[in-house]
């Protein structure tokens, strides 16, 4: 943080490209009028006052600069495309036994169909549907019935929803001021598992880990101090 304690941050913009014109909003896109209009619409219906939205929407449409990751409505049909694409192409073809665990090619051949280069430009939406359907046209579907993997199988719609929902919030779970409800929920999961393994009413401590292997590591650490408590003073030689 300067000395002033002001922070000037350069946000990096990419320009939007497709323009409309003839009407009152010239200069905004297809989809930016369209917004404009469900603003309108949906005043009709006495949601919301229409002069607040019609003029937040023209004034972020009439400039021809959309910010990256800012999420706004025109990142909505966007949005919903992908998880349409999810649904159907993941999820339930992916699922349903008359289709193929994976569409396998040999390494090279995976290479020379898909577009792997890292352009110094951005991409478009199209582009990036189109990027999305191929990742999952060449996976593995995980769900399949017939894929069957000694650590991992199938996908549960319950866990996925769960996972949109953590993903769009975006949390990080070390305060609470940062993520009250999912501090309260890990709490409650972790007095119930301290309960499993022999813990009086669940009392303890307690933390989850992203894998298997820096699980044992906790493990491991945690039975050496429970042998040794002065191990973190003791000075080796």
Partial sequence: MPANGQLNVDVQ????????????????????????????????????????????????????????????????????????????RAIFSGTDKANKVLEWRNPEDLAALLDLELPAEGSTDTQLMDYIRQTIKYSVKTGHP??????????????????????????????YEVAPVFTLMEEVVLRELRKIVGFP???????????????????????????????????WH
């Fill in 146 to 175: 017939y894929f069957v993997n000694q650590l991992f199988s199938t996908v549960d719609p319950y866990a996925l929803a769960g996972q949109w929902v953590t993903d769009a919030l975006n949390p990080s779970v070390y305060t």
């Fill in 13 to 88: 913009t990419v320009e939007d490209f497709h323009i409309s014109s003839g009407s009152e909003s010239a200069g905004m896109s297809e989809e930016d009028e369209e917004i404009l209009q469900r603003g309108r619409d949906t005043t009709k219906c006495g949601a919301i006052k229409e002069d607040r939205m019609v003029h937040d929407v023209a004034v972020e449409s009439s400039t021809t600069k959309r910010y990256h990751s800012q999420p706004n409505r025109t990142h909505e049909k966007f949005l919903r495309d992908c998880v349409d694409e999810l649904l159907e």
């Fill in 201 to 235: 009413n669940g009392e303890g401590d307690g933390i989850f880990a992203p894998g298997g292997s820096i699980a044992n590591g906790y493990a491991i650490s945690c039975a050496r101090y429970r042998n040794m408590p002065d191990v973190k003073v003791i000075q």
